[in-house]
């Protein structure tokens, strides 16, 4: 796949267990977070965002965590399927300048 | 389908010469992003346009160059390539005023 070989930290979990990927973002000014999934083969697809007033927000099967104090964001899916596996992509947003991406955690589902 | 058109969608070429990358928003966005993704940097910001206008500049080498067509279409243009820019290269949009981008499927580019 197109995102295959990017040197990124790895995360496993059994199908049916819930995942948590975690982020550390840089910048304070930050007001706006996306977490983005990328497929093999596919450009990155918004998941799910958070406002900097938020401490959490809860989408289908997914939860993003934000805390601010120490500039953290998470993201909780439920019951992981074969279908997550994927690489995931925290960027922040601080209104100035495009968005910045984390690194990246690979999601492995293991069957 | 996410709206963003982008191609090719691979593109083999050797060191010296020069590619064009071409990208179609979605339709109502302005704003087109071109990142590129490697191995060892994740998704790095290139260049951003508005409405046919630079709006922002990122880590883009001067061997690189984009612009963005009345029709609102960018091309992203690198010249004088090197082994180490292959990688893969994707155009996003995003509505005025909108964070949220849209991801094409990306061009990956291989220097040989």
């Known amino acids: 796949g197109e995102s295959v070989g990017l040197h990124l930290p790895t995360l496993s979990v059994q199908e049916g267990d819930n995942s948590i990927i975690n982020c550390a973002y840089s910048n304070s000014a930050s007001d706006y977070f996306i977490w983005y999934k990328q497929e093999s083969g596919k450009g990155p697809q918004f998941i799910i965002d958070i406002r900097s007033n938020m401490d959490k927000r809860q989408g289908q099967r997914v939860t993003v965590l934000l805390n601010k104090t120490v500039k953290h964001l998470s993201l909780q899916i439920a019951a992981t399927q074969p279908g997550d596996s994927a690489v995931y992509f925290c960027a922040e947003d601080s209104g100035n300048t495009p968005l910045v991406f984390g690194k990246g955690t690979r999601l492995s589902v293991i069957a | 389908d996410s709206g963003v058109t982008q191609t090719p969608k691979h593109l083999i070429t050797a060191t010296g010469q020069r590619v064009t990358l071409r990208c179609s928003p979605r339709s109502g966005d302005l704003s087109v992003y071109w990142y590129q993704q490697s191995l060892d940097q994740g998704l790095q910001f290139l260049i951003q346009?508005?409405?046919?206008?630079?709006?922002a500049k990122g880590n883009i080498l001067e061997r690189f160059s984009a612009q963005q067509f009345p029709d609102l279409h960018s091309e992203l243009n690198l010249s004088s390539l090197e082994l180490g820019d292959s990688a893969l290269y994707f155009c996003a949009s995003s509505a005025p005023r909108g964070v949220r981008y849209t991801f094409g499927s990306g061009t990956r580019l291989t220097v040989v």
């Open positions: 346009y508005y409405n046919g206008e630079e709006r």
